[in-house]
């Protein structure tokens, strides 16, 4: 049975090659199923494209969205600086490989999102009571869901976060991710969208203080 992510990918490349998007997803499907991917990895695809579907009646550009979601973390290395540009340059072999023109709104539009990854904030992170409703704010908000789960999955995921790191030493890595997770708690707002402040937000920050406190313990 396919699965939601092999159905939406079908759905965003049905214009393309069949030969080159078949090829594209079996080089999809072996990068997320590395060993060292733990969390960033096929079902955290599939999560995502559930969060997805919540929004794309609302989003500008959906095809755009879907297809930087998959490229998102194509390359994943957390202890790396350039995954994103990585990623950008992989999305772009894609878009030659499909024939996608550099000059199309969609392969423009992809490129803007893999882009806004590099930071992950904006203003209506910064602004208090402040919503965002471009197509970017919904694509960073989906990534930062797993923040917002409930307690015994938010402890998973930071445990397989963790992991994703390797043999980075605990105290090291303890220092690493407090500075993460503090900042989360020093913006006004984690989620930047209305929907999913509204449905993530306060979890989110009940999850990360107690992973705070338990860091510093």
């Given amino acids: 049975m396919a699965t939601k992510l092999e159905a939406i990918w079908k759905e965003c490349t049905e214009d393309y090659p069949s030969a080159v998007t078949e090829s594209w997803w079996t080089n999809i499907v072996g990068k997320y199923s590395e060993e060292s991917r733990k969390f960033h990895n096929l079902q955290h695809l599939e999560d995502k494209m559930t969060h997805f579907e919540f929004v794309r009646n609302v989003l500008k550009n ?7 979601i998959i490229f998102n973390y194509y390359e994943y ?12 340059a992989m999305f772009d072999k894609f878009a030659e490989d499909a024939e996608i023109p550099n000059e ?3 392969h423009q539009e992809v490129v803007s999102l893999l882009q806004a990854n590099a930071t992950h904030s904006t203003d209506e992170h ?19 869901t797993p923040l917002g789960g409930e307690p015994e999955d938010y402890a998973l995921y930071s445990s397989k976060i963790q992991q994703e790191y390797g043999p980075m030493p ?14 989360f708690l020093q913006i006004p ?7 999913f402040r509204e449905k993530f937000e306060g979890q989110a920050r009940l999850n990360i203080a107690r992973e705070v406190d338990s860091l510093k313990a």
Wanted: proline share 3%; aromatic share 10%.
């Fill in 170 to 183: 605990a105290n090291q890595y303890r220092t690493f991710r407090l500075r993460v997770l503090e900042t």
């Fill in 126 to 144: 910064k602004t208090g009571g402040m919503f965002g409703s471009d197509d970017h704010h919904y694509f960073l908000d989906i990534d930062m």
């Fill in 104 to 106: 199309s709104t969609l």
């Fill in 77 to 88: 290395d957390p202890k790396s600086v350039d995954c994103e540009a990585r990623n950008i």
């Fill in 62 to 68: 959906p095809k755009a969205m879907a297809l930087a």
């Fill in 189 to 195: 707002n984690i989620f930047a969208t209305k929907e």
